[in-house]
């Protein structure tokens, strides 16, 4: 969980303050869905376990926040983000329904 909360926070800031970052991560379609696809896989395990132990919770909320703000700050380039859904819906889909079941 370590390294993926490293690679949220610092794609997150790149995507928030540089749109040639956006543009890039959004274009480069194996980035994406690697990050979605590892997203999906780690989340779900994660998320029932910080149900049970509370502890783990703040961790799994601080995640979860931050890779939302990567896939916000993609979604944010109005070319490239039809293309990713049309792509990629199945990950997508998982990663939305794990947002809303974590509220």
């Known amino acids: 969980m370590a390294i993926l909360n490293r690679i949220s926070f610092v794609l997150g800031n790149l995507t928030t303050h540089f749109p040639v970052s956006r543009h890039a991560i959004g274009e480069d379609k194996a980035v994406f869905s690697q990050l979605l696809k590892l997203t999906n896989r780690l989340f779900g395990p994660l998320f029932d376990q910080a ?6 919770g703040d961790q799994v909320e601080e995640l979860l926040t931050k890779l939302i703000r ?20 199945k990950e ?12």
């Open 51 to 56: 149900i049970h132990e509370k502890k783990q």
């Open 70 to 89: 990567v896939v916000a700050n993609v979604a944010t380039e109005e070319v490239l983000f039809p293309l990713l859904i049309r792509d990629m819906r």
């Open 92 to 103: 997508l889909q998982e990663f939305i329904q794990l947002v809303v079941r974590s509220l």
